[in-house]
Structure formats: C-alpha cells, structure tokens
C-alpha cells in the first residue's frame, strides 16, 4: 500500500509541470462541464501515427492560444469547457493545415453529466507547391452539441464540402503541371 501511494505521488508530481502550462480557459472545470478531446496525427491514410503540432484557440474576446506538440505516437489530448467556441488546428511541415472547430455553447446543464469525448484522427496530406492556403484557414470540420441525439456531433455536410474544395484544389494543381509539361 505504501508503495502504491509513492507511485501515485511521483506521477502526480511528473505530471505537474504540464498541467501548469495549460491557460486557465484550457483545464477542466471542477463541475465536469468540459468536452475531451483525443486524437491521432497520421502523415497519411495507412501510416502510422506521427509526431505533429496541435494549436488550441479559444474564440472570442476572452480567447487566447495554446500551443504544444503531440507525442512521439502522434496522441494529443485537450479539455475544452463549456460555453466555448474553440479551433483545433493540426499542423505538420510540408502538409495541408486541418483545422476542427468544437462548439460548447447551448449544452443543457443536465446533458454534461454525461462526460462528453470526441476521438479524432487527423489524416495529413501533402501542401502541393500553389496550394491556395484561404482552403486551410476554413476549419476542414464542425463540431457541436446535438440535443436530438443528446451527445457532440460533427456536421457531416460540411466536411463532405471542405474535402470537396480541397479535392478540387489538388485536381486544379495537378492539371496545372500536366499543362505546364506540354508546353
């Protein structure tokens, strides 16, 4: 038992100094009213997951940005409390910028009781020379409190036409080149 508690001890203590960088709009509140965020950075469909750099910022006038790097796994994870509108962007050097926006605002005091988490694995796919980089500064997907289904749900709409914008940016690069190579 005694040996149980040191343990416990010590890896409060390492976990310490991570906690404190968190921004206070950042750590989750006392009454659980906050979403969990998890998720996986993958270079691309069918790798592994990488190392990436995860940038968390709190819209509106008492916003801020936080900004830290996955593990080695690829693994983050982050708290969002309620009454938020909050964008996660995911960024990889040489890869396109996906950025998920988590709505908190409009979730019945009741519905938190029910500890909400979103899993999230974020494909990366590589920046073409003459990307249009407007396509990387619209979040690639939504997220919000459903009150039908009682539970966050993503608009998948949205995302059917972000990776539609997307596909044909890659489509107008690709045919750019087989043009440039005739000539």
Not at 87 to 99: E, Q, R
Not at 132 to 156: M, W
Request: glycine share 6%; aromatic share 12%; hydrophobic share 40%.
């Amino acid at each position: 038992m005694k040996y149980a508690q040191m343990i416990i001890m010590s890896l409060t203590v390492l976990n310490l100094p991570a906690q404190l960088d968190l921004p206070s709009w950042l750590l989750p509140d006392t009454l659980g009213e906050y979403v969990t965020v998890y998720g996986f950075i993958y270079d691309q469909r069918d790798s592994l997951p990488s190392q990436g750099e995860v940038v968390v910022i709190k819209n509106g006038p008492a916003g801020g940005i936080h900004k830290f790097t996955s593990d080695k796994e690829g693994h983050f994870e982050v708290y969002l409390p309620s009454n938020g509108l909050y964008s996660i962007k995911i960024l990889k050097a040489g890869c396109i910028t996906k950025t998920v926006e988590v709505n908190t605002t409009n979730v019945p005091k009741k519905a938190w009781r029910n500890k909400f988490a979103l899993e999230m694995e974020v494909y990366m796919e590589k920046q073409p020379p003459g990307f249009d980089l407007a396509l990387s500064k619209i979040p690639y997907s939504q997220v919000k409190y459903d009150p039908e289904f009682k539970f966050f749900v993503y608009d998948e709409e949205f995302e059917k036409e972000r990776r539609l914008a997307i596909n044909q940016e890659l489509e107008r690069l690709k045919m750019t080149q087989i043009h440039a190579v005739k000539f």
